[in-house]
């Protein structure tokens, strides 16, 4: 779904991804793949969603008070591409920060 966001946002499973995106129907060469790190942590978001103990389906930013670890963490205190690519696990981090450690390692997996 595209939204007049200038970023993507998923409540629940529905990924919404920016307005300039809805032509695009593959994101890995579309504007040279430009936009497939935004696909990988929204698709983040939606699987923490449906795999976690999210039973009224909040959104990641709202879910980012709730935490995969000991203590819940606010949403923000995003990390370097190398402080994720140096964390082992995802435990501790709050949704944001798992999207974006699964978007990193995702990229270095493909060489990116």
Known sequence: MASGKCGGFTPYTEINLPKQMAACADLTTCSGGANYDLFIHEVTH????V????PL???GSIRGFISNGAK????GGYFTKSQ???SQTLQGLNSEQ???WIMWNER???GL
């Open 46 to 49: 939606a699987w923490t969603n």
């Open 108 to 110: 270095a997996y493909r």
């Open 72 to 75: 819940a963490q606010r949403v």
């Open 98 to 100: 798992m999207a974006d």
């Open 51 to 54: 795999n976690t103990s999210n």
């Open 57 to 59: 389906g909040l959104s």
């Open 84 to 86: 994720y690519l140096n």
